[in-house]
């Protein structure tokens, strides 16, 4: 079974505060996927990675960065965390090219993330 | 603007019926359509899917239809369980790496 572990389950953070986000797969995928969610909007894309130190911005990138330095690892990185950055991350990870047509990504618990 | 939306937020349903769950899109170069499920406190799970060169796909309780001249997705869960209540997401994906969610629907299937 692929499995994907974040860091924290739950994190309190103050305004301003810079905050990082750990996610590890064990399947040896080539991609990964930082979201958010939000009631009644979703799953957001942030940030995604298709190789060690490559990153693409997704549709809500502003105020994140991300850091892929080993293929297992991804991190999410609020700069700045500000109250309206309060919200569930969930990291995915999926296989590249050579995997299913379906594209299906593998998810983490989420990380609830409160900024005060 | 967004591609895939689910325009009920919640749905109700008795123990034993069956629960129809929808999903507009507005892309008609998306080549496969999956649905997640998602309960409290962790993180999606893949539950089905269908390629768009299909109408229909069945796995045990779970069948999506997928009606490309509508662009309309919907999923049936026959009969509904109690364990079935969660929130339920579909996503559409165009040939690369990437999936696009709608805003899910949270399910209650009551005993």
């Known amino acids: 079974d692929v499995k994907v572990t974040q860091s924290s389950r739950y994190l309190v953070k103050r305004t301003g505060e810079k905050v990082f986000l750990e996610c590890v797969q064990d399947m040896d995928h080539e991609n990964m996927f930082w979201y958010r969610q939000d009631p009644g909007l979703g799953l957001r894309l942030i940030y995604f990675s298709y190789d060690v130190k490559m990153k693409e911005k997704g549709d809500i990138p502003e105020g994140y960065s991300v850091s892929r330095e080993k293929k297992e690892r991804f991190s999410l990185i609020l700069e700045s965390a500000s109250t309206n950055q309060t919200s569930m991350y969930l990291c995915?990870?999926?296989?590249?090219?050579?995997?299913?047509?379906?594209?299906?990504?593998?998810f983490g618990p989420g990380t609830r993330l409160t900024v005060l | 603007d967004q591609q895939v939306k689910q325009n009920s937020p919640s749905l109700s349903v008795q123990e034993g019926r069956i629960s129809i769950l929808n999903c507009d899109y507005t892309?008609?170069?998306?080549?496969?359509f999956l649905w997640y499920k998602k309960y409290p406190a962790e993180g999606p799970t893949f539950l089905i899917s269908?390629?768009?060169?299909?109408d229909k796909n069945e796995d045990g309780r779970f069948t999506v239809f997928l009606n490309k001249s509508a662009k309309h997705l919907s999923l049936h869960i026959v009969p509904s369980q109690p364990g079935d209540s969660a929130v339920y997401f579909c996503?559409?994906?165009?040939?690369?790496?990437?999936?696009?969610f709608g805003g899910g629907t949270r399910l209650m299937v009551k005993p």
């Open positions: 892309n008609s170069m998306f080549d496969y």
């Open positions: 995915a990870s999926s296989l590249g090219i050579a995997g299913p047509p379906r594209g299906e990504q593998f």
């Open positions: 269908i390629s768009s060169i299909k």
């Open positions: 996503a559409t994906n165009n040939a690369g790496n990437m999936l696009t």
